[in-house]
């Protein structure tokens, strides 16, 4: 899906209507268009998820956890997370705690290398063909962890090292999946306790 689908007033309209008080409050104290038209889709995909499990995004009830991590107050054993970046949207659904991540900026951020990554991730940056890419590539895993977690961004990122395909952390393991929509969009969605099973809703918008 097109973000400049929700261009058309009609359409914007319509799925507005059909999502939550909490959605379109959120959508409403937005000022600038292509701000509401990415929390729109970020509620339209929420609700395509939902559907998966025979419910709705407008039925739902939220409340926030640590660092103000949202869930559906009524399905505690539905977890889910959103992420948006440019025109692109991505959300993410599990029967454990997950974060997602995209990214589509192409610029590698020596300064930030230093200070957020830790040694392993910088050698990896460092040693890569396409620096960019790779900066953005962990940048994502970071991100996507810190939200699964329910860290954010209160620890030091630089002790965070994501280069493996595991973090074990407090007792539990958490696992990334990394996923690309065309070449500059590198999406990361990490996943506590097991296997990604593949229960994410992606789309491009």
Do not use: Q
């Not at 929509?181 to 990604?196: E, H, S, T, Y």
């Amino acid at each position: 899906m097109r973000a400049d689908e929700f261009d058309d007033e009609n359409k914007f309209n319509a799925t507005f209507s059909r999502l939550s008080d909490y959605r379109r409050e959120k959508i409403s104290r937005l000022k600038h268009r292509e701000d509401k038209t990415l929390s729109l889709a970020a509620g339209y995909l929420i609700d395509l998820g939902l559907g998966e499990y025979g419910l709705c995004e407008r039925g739902m009830k939220y409340a926030f956890g640590k660092n103000n991590k949202p869930y559906f107050a009524e399905y505690r054993d539905i977890f889910f997370n959103v992420s948006h970046s440019g025109s692109f949207a991505v959300c993410a659904f599990s029967d454990f705690e997950v974060g997602c991540d995209i990214e589509t900026s192409e610029k590698y951020n020596e300064r930030f290398l230093k200070r957020f990554f830790s040694k392993n991730e910088r050698e990896a940056v460092m040693n890569a063909d396409d620096r960019a890419g790779e900066f953005i590539r962990f940048w994502t895993r970071k991100e996507s962890f810190l939200k699964a977690s329910g860290d954010g961004i209160t620890r030091t990122l630089a002790d965070l090292d994501t280069t493996a395909d595991t973090i074990e952390e407090n007792g539990a393991v958490y696992r990334f999946t990394e996923y690309k929509i065309l070449d500059r969009a590198p999406i990361c969605v990490c996943k506590k306790d097991g296997c990604f099973d593949g229960g994410a809703v992606i789309a491009a918008l």
